[in-house]
């Protein structure tokens, strides 16, 4: 079983930054990949970008890329997602969750692939 704790959200204007963390516990080990997603009501959850542990290969939705940045913290076993350039659309609920590895990185993206959830955290971007 693996526990994650999503923290750092909040209100924002937009071209702000935000950093968000989610600390993993439980039977975590290098043998996982992390990822974000986020979610809007009426919607389904959107891939943000997820990294495999093991080897910080990182890997990012299309739209994310150069905006947002996942790393992670092998001595606090935490996760990060650095967002900048906040736009409004950005304004969503952010999951952290965490897969076995093996899933392969072709399913990273997909949040059926995923065992275990955060309880998520607001992101709100004002204009």
């Known amino acids: 079983q693996v526990q994650l704790v999503e923290s750092g959200g909040g209100l924002v204007q937009a071209g702000g930054s935000l950093r968000l963390s989610c600390a993993a516990s439980?039977?975590?080990?290098?043998?996982?990949?992390m990822g974000w997603f986020r979610q809007t009501p009426g919607k389904e959850r959107e891939f943000v970008t997820a990294?495999?542990?093991?080897?910080?290969?990182?890997y990012y939705a299309e739209s994310m890329k150069g905006r947002f940045t996942i790393s992670r913290d092998n001595a606090k076993n935490t996760v990060y997602l650095q967002m900048d350039s906040l736009k409004p659309e950005d304004t969503a609920v952010y999951y952290c969750?965490?897969?076995?590895?093996?899933?392969?990185?072709?399913?990273?993206?997909?949040?059926?692939?995923?065992?275990?959830w955060g309880q998520g955290t607001q992101v709100t971007v004002s204009s």
């Open positions: 969750a965490a897969t076995p590895a093996a899933v392969g990185a072709s399913n990273y993206a997909r949040a059926i692939s995923y065992n275990y």
């Open positions: 439980g039977r975590t080990n290098s043998n996982y990949a």
């Open positions: 990294i495999r542990w093991s080897d910080r290969t990182t």
